[in-house]
């Protein structure tokens, strides 16, 4: 545990001196929040029966996920296997999977910074509160959080190249954070736009925080979360089964 936590502080602090997780990860979803509760805040959001700041709030909430699932935890990996530091730890007193795991970590925190963040500013500034059951939110983050973050490992297992990886983490990234209703009110959307994105599994995940924290009954609850448990089952068993330290 102890080599664990200090390569965890090496990595946490590498972290935090890389603006992309910063910006994209923290202070985008804030800056979004500020706009939309200026703009349209107490506006109803469509015929949904709730407004765009409540509906933004959940929605914001994932965009932590977003960065550090589909672009922290795969180009970290990939980029650690290019430059062999995975397969040089093997000499080291800490093992590949400390630094797998201090990636995951890292990125975690990250997303933990990012949903404090969006919270604070909600509560301090615009007056929000949560309607819902604060437990049952959590639980819906952290649902959607290891789901997605299967989908990253998945991705930095199939990757063999940071070029390759770069390709396909903003293939799957730029959809996932405009069209899952994580930055744009999925509300806005046409009908045939709302099918296309109810693919997107982030869009599943957006949509069981949104009725968690407005206490509000979702469409297909049970299916949803079915449908994300399975994504982490599959993914993670494509990770296991195609990872390579080289």
């Known amino acids: 545990m102890r080599k664990f936590m200090k390569l965890y502080s090496i990595e946490q602090k590498l972290a935090f001196r890389s603006l992309d997780g910063i910006v994209f990860g923290i202070i985008m979803p804030v800056g979004?929040?500020?706009l939309i509760a200026i703009i349209a805040g107490g506006k109803a959001a469509g015929d949904s029966g709730y407004t765009f700041l409540q509906s933004a709030y959940a929605s914001l909430i994932a965009v932590g996920i977003c960065?550090?699932?589909?672009m922290g935890v795969p180009?970290?990996?990939t980029d650690y296997r290019d430059k062999k530091i995975l397969k040089h730890f093997f000499v080291t007193p800490?093992?590949?999977?400390?630094l797998l795991g201090t990636s995951m970590l890292c990125n975690v925190v990250n997303a933990v910074l990012s949903a404090v963040a969006v919270t604070v500013v909600a509560m301090v500034f615009f007056d929000y509160r949560m309607a819902g059951n604060p437990w049952y939110f959590m639980g819906t983050w952290v649902l959607t959080l290891v789901s997605m973050f299967s989908i990253g490992f998945m991705l930095a297992s199939l990757c063999r190249t940071v070029k390759t990886a770069n390709a396909v983490t903003s293939a799957v990234y730029f959809p996932?954070?405009?069209?899952?209703?994580?930055?744009?009110?999925?509300?806005?959307?046409?009908?045939?736009?709302?099918?296309v994105a109810s693919v997107l599994p982030l869009t599943q995940g957006i949509r069981l925080m949104k009725a968690a924290s407005m206490g509000v009954e979702a469409e297909k609850v049970g299916g949803i979360v079915i449908l994300l448990f399975v994504i982490t089952i599959v993914c993670s068993f494509i990770s296991v089964k195609t990872f390579r330290w080289e």
């Open 75 to 77: 180009l970290t990996i």
């Open 176 to 195: 996932m954070l405009f069209l899952s209703g994580a930055t744009i009110p999925f509300e806005l959307f046409p009908e045939g736009l709302q099918k």
């Open 67 to 70: 960065a550090g699932a589909f």
């Open 32 to 34: 979004i929040l500020f």
């Open 94 to 98: 800490c093992n590949p999977m400390h």
